[in-house]
């Protein structure tokens, strides 16, 4: 069954549109991603579900019930949609076990004592109740702040940028702490965030936004490895386009000799499309046919990501063992060893 159902949603601030015919669905116990840069309205899908903004066409459903749509606006309050914040929001005269049950204040005391507990053993904090926000570190407060917006078992939990105040390495294990929770307390949810690799690490499916506008909804591995359209090839991942002649319908000629895949049904023969190029797709070697120049490097610790100019002045990616290392202004040999092969029309 579906718990969040997004229909044809546009939202308009002073007649200027800011979210563009949005439709999704997001199943019972699945973990959902908005994804996308800064401005592309991600943010302002989250805050229309959970009723701080009006939208001006579609309708959002929420267990079958209709929330949201032109002239007919569910309070927040009554929804029964958690949020996490990225300040985490705990009160800070409270402790950690008053903190936890702010949300459920019509309990019996026993019942509250007893969710708090079970909550605190979930986020793997047992017999934090007496502490206060100030003497736990920031992914534990985080953790306080998801059993809180939990307490009351919401129908649907929103995350918005709920790890942007961590580092790298604290945002990537802290999603899928987050995660394991969600999974065990049968909870659906939604996140809002830019970092991929936390969206990678976190969501079932991930919705990619550009300018108000959804590109994609899908899983992480058929957004890397099936995108829709060159946006969703560029922002996933990393990677280069390279133009090629369509052969037949599935072969495409390019620079780098013939590349097999399954051409856009739209793109006849001799039109010209872009085939995606990903780091792993090239494998650096002593000898071979194909030749580039390196004309940039990135250290990344185990490997490094060679950028390889080749004789048109086209640019591609390639991955390396970094004690293997190479020089700019170096010629590098090269051979194509390409797993998945993307094939887009050129717009």
């Given amino acids: ?19 563009h015919t949005v439709s999704l669905s997001l199943n019972d116990g699945r973990i959902g991603c908005l994804l996308g840069p800064s401005g592309c309205g991600k943010t302002t899908l989250l805050r229309a579900i959970a009723g701080f903004e009006p939208v001006t066409q579609g309708v959002i459903t929420l267990s079958g019930q209709a929330i949201s749509a032109p002239g007919a606006h569910l309070p927040p309050e009554q929804r029964n949609i958690g949020m996490v914040f990225q ?76 790890f942007g105040s961590q580092d790298v390495e604290l945002r990537e294990m802290l999603a899928r702490e987050v995660r394991d929770i969600l999974k065990a307390e049968g909870t659906t949810a939604l996140l809002v965030t830019h970092d991929q690799q936390e969206a990678f690490a976190m969501a079932d499916e991930i919705g990619v936004l550009r300018a108000g506008q959804l590109q994609q909804w899908d899983t992480g591995y058929n957004l890397y490895h099936r995108p829709h359209n060159r946006f969703v090839a560029g922002f996933i991942g990393q990677g280069s386009l390279l133009a090629g002649t369509v052969i037949n319908p ?81 010629s590098a040999c090269f051979e194509l060893d390409m797993q998945h092969r993307v094939i887009l029309p050129r717009e």
């Fill in 250 to 330: 599935d072969t495409v000629s390019t620079l780098l000799g013939p590349v097999r895949g399954q051409v856009p049904a739209h793109c006849p023969p001799a039109s010209v499309v872009d085939v995606l190029i990903r780091p792993d797709d090239l494998k650096l070697v002593e000898e071979a046919a194909r030749k580039a120049s390196i004309v940039a490097r990135v250290f990344r610790g185990a490997e490094y990501l060679y950028t390889l100019a080749l004789d048109d002045g086209s640019r591609i990616l390639a991955l390396a063992p970094s004690h293997q290392a190479r020089q700019v202004g170096e």
């Fill in 1 to 19: 069954m579906n718990t969040l159902v997004l229909q044809d949603i546009h939202i308009a601030y002073d007649r200027h549109t800011v979210v």
């Fill in 87 to 162: 300040d985490y929001a705990l009160f800070p005269h409270l402790n950690i076990a008053r903190n936890i049950a702010f949300g459920i204040r019509k309990h019996t005391g026993r019942d509250k004592a007893r969710r708090v507990a079970e909550l605190l053993e979930l986020v793997n904090l047992p017999g934090y109740e007496k502490r206060f926000p100030h003497e736990l570190s920031g992914g534990q407060q985080q953790r306080i702040a998801l059993a809180r917006a939990l307490a009351p078992r919401p129908r649907l939990l929103l995350l918005d940028e709920p």
